[in-house]
């Protein structure tokens, strides 16, 4: 028995490979589940009743998929150009901190013109903070993923200390915590008395949009050429430097992107807790949509439902919450199973 | 007072040198057991889960009602597990060791968090243990066994490394699989025995946070140790020797800034001094990056009869 790589992957298989990924995870993770002394069936009629069973669990999972989408893109973009980009995290909170400062009442400017520049300025932020590593890799060749992964810590220690010195609302009451960014940069609300908001809008836009640019433009060609092999994508005459420069503006822009979305449309304010590991999950999401930029709205739903419907289930049940977590770190190793056995198949012999 | 007299006092001290070697025993068992792993030619990422796992494992086991010791070997093979998890899917299945090893990373810290909440459901305050006290012996020496087993490991890694047949079947998978494959080695299973001593070693330096540097369990203990590690694995150009001094010289650091932390009582925001460490090791990365001399099969997957 020996693997042999096939030459074509249909479609099916590809759509089947993510789909039989999460039900494999989710039958490991009932092993969890009944371990608890659960009832095993019930706990994931909750956690499924408690994603999409109402109007309200519905827009919640909505909610909590935007970031989701846009860390997604922003490890597909990386990854595809083999920009092994583990930094979301701090990308993220660097264009929620962009947007606090940007949108804090620095700028008398109405909605419409505010709305963009906050966005555009979160998106600079995280951009640049993945340029540094991205620099250091094509410069030095240092391994960007140790260095995306401790820029994590350091921008978070870089929030916190914003959030008690210069950047502390004096009417926070002591806590950590930024003022409110004006009235004008606050994203409009997708549905009336839900948290739901239009970050959700950009960040569907945004996916339709990767997709053309991979599949239409000279630019998505480069990048996944390069992706493919950098030494054959020199060769052929492309700036392959250039092209993961910008491959890390994108990605770290896109990350940037989801934290200021979530400050203007959900949190209004920046905290230390805005994110509970969006940009470490936004690989999961990336890997589960094999980094195509349509499926990445479909992995990111999932997983945003798994978290929200997960919170619901452990109020009713002894479940710790922590099985989401689990249940996406699972997702995430079978995949990588499933996308092989995609890519391959089993010879006698 | 002036600068370098403040210096002076610190470096001066034996409580200070006591916290270095406090300090430095997780990286030094950390960076040798990422150093196992990719001496192998297997990248570990998994290694900041494998240490919580490590910790909340052995903490867990002592809150029990097992030994200590008990605690340290129950840590080793729950580490020695996770080691396998991401030994069998990047060594057999070639699968990418970047990726895997976040998984394992997120795997492992997830089921920490998991077991640790079900277990204790509403506990606010972290329940405690009687730790691993220090041996009574004078000055800096007065450090925990775990401490002192972290440096012994040193000369037992670097001996079996360099002067052993199985160190020189280690290296050889590394560096050139063909040929280990061609003087009749299963390529596979040394790797995936180097990976899972490697992760044993991991989840020793997560215990030892539980066991010995404090009596509790926390979430974010580890707090990116793991990923210092990695770096200090470059930074010592994948010798062991090198490691345990790159180790201490970065636990030199940590121990400064702390008291530097102190002395200059709150006129620098102490985020600063904690951003230190990371720093550090994004700067080792690039002093070193020039001439690093990766194990040459490094991250590259070995298949039977494919080149």
Redesign the interface.
């Known amino acids: 028995m020996r693997l042999e790589p096939r030459t074509d992957t249909p479609l099916a298989l590809r759509l089947l490979a993510p789909v039989g990924a999460v039900v494999a995870a989710l039958a490991l993770c009932a092993l969890l589940v009944a371990w608890t002394g659960a009832p095993v069936l019930r706990a994931y009629g909750l956690l499924f009743e408690g994603a999409v069973g109402s109007r309200f669990a519905l827009t919640e999972t909505l909610t909590r998929a935007t970031p989701l989408i846009l860390t997604g893109l922003a490890a597909a973009v990386a990854f595809r150009a083999k920009l092994w980009n583990i930094g979301a995290e701090g990308q993220l909170y660097m264009g929620a901190l962009a947007a606090v400062v940007v949108g804090g009442g620095m700028l008398d400017l109405p909605a419409w013109a505010l709305i963009p520049v906050v966005m555009i300025a979160g998106m600079a932020a995280g951009g640049v903070t993945l340029l540094g590593p991205a620099m250091l890799k094509v410069r030095f060749g240092v391994d960007e993923v140790v260095t995306t992964l401790l820029l994590n810590f350091v921008v978070l220690l870089l929030v916190s200390m914003l959030l008690e010195g210069p950047l502390k609302d004096p009417m926070g009451m002591g806590w950590p915590q930024s003022a409110p960014v004006a009235e004008a940069a606050e994203l409009p609300k997708l549905v009336e008395r839900t948290r739901l908001h239009a970050g959700l809008t950009i960040a569907l836009g945004l996916s339709v949009l990767l997709w053309l640019v991979d599949t239409r433009t000279i630019w998505g060609y480069e990048n996944r050429a390069v992706g493919a092999n950098p030494r054959a994508a020199a060769f052929a005459g492309m700036p392959v430097t250039r092209i993961m420069l910008r491959t890390a503006l994108l990605s770290g822009g896109l990350a940037g992107l989801a934290g200021a979305a979530e400050v203007c449309g959900l949190k209004g304010y920046l905290t230390l807790d805005l994110s509970p590991g969006f940009g470490y999950s936004g690989i999961v999401v990336a890997m589960l949509a094999q980094l195509h930029p349509i499926g990445v709205v479909g992995a990111a739903l999932f997983i945003a439902g798994i978290f929200v419907g997960a919170d619901a289930m452990s109020r009713a049940m002894p479940v710790p919450n922590y099985i989401a977590d689990v249940l996406v770190a699972a997702s995430l190793l079978c995949m990588l199973v499933a996308g092989l056995l995609a890519r391959y198949r089993l010879r006698r012999g | 007072m002036d600068f370098l007299s403040i210096i002076l006092d610190i470096l001066l001290s034996a409580a200070f040198w006591t916290a270095v070697l406090r300090i430095a025993t997780p990286y030094v068992l950390g960076t040798l057991g990422e150093l196992l792993c990719e001496r192998a030619g297997v990248l570990n990422?998994g290694i900041e889960g494998i240490m919580t796992l490590g910790a909340m494992a052995g903490w867990m086991a002592v809150y029990q009602g097992a030994d200590l010791w008990t605690g340290v070997l129950v840590a080793a093979a729950c580490g020695a597990l996770l080691g396998l998890?991401h030994a069998a899917?990047t060594v057999p299945?070639g699968?990418?060791q970047?990726?895997?090893g976040?998984?394992?990373t997120?795997?492992g810290?997830?089921?920490s968090?998991?077991v640790y909440?079900?277990v204790l459901?509403q506990a606010s305050t972290p329940p405690t243990i009687e730790p691993f006290q220090p041996l009574a012996l004078p000055g800096a020496l007065a450090q925990t066994p775990l401490t002192y087993l972290a440096f012994l490991l040193v000369a037992v890694v670097a001996y079996v490394l360099y002067r052993t047949p199985v160190g020189l079947a280690v290296r050889m998978v590394g560096e050139n699989p063909a040929a280990a494959e061609a003087q009749g080695l299963n390529v596979t299973a040394i790797r995936v025995g180097a990976v899972m001593a490697g992760s044993a070693l991991m989840a020793l330096a997560g215990a030892f946070l539980t066991l010995s540097a404090f009596n509790a369990f926390f979430f974010n203990m580890v707090?990116?140790r793991g990923?210092?590690c990695?770096?200090l694995v470059?930074f010592a150009s994948w010798r062991p020797g090198k490691a345990m001094l790159g180790a201490l010289l970065f636990a030199v650091f940590d121990a400064l800034q702390l008291r530097l932390q102190q002395a200059s009582g709150g006129v620098l925001?102490y985020?600063?001094f904690?951003?230190m460490p990371?720093?550090l090791?994004?700067l080792a990365?690039?002093l070193v990056?020039?001439r690093?001399s990766y194990p040459r099969a490094l991250m590259i997957p070995y298949?039977k009869g494919e080149r």
């Open positions: 990422l998890l899917l299945l699968l990418s970047h990726v895997t976040i998984g394992v997120l795997l810290t997830s089921l968090y998991f909440r079900l459901p707090n990116g990923w210092i990695i770096a470059v925001p985020q600063l904690l951003m990371y720093l090791s994004i990365l690039v990056a020039r690093a298949r």
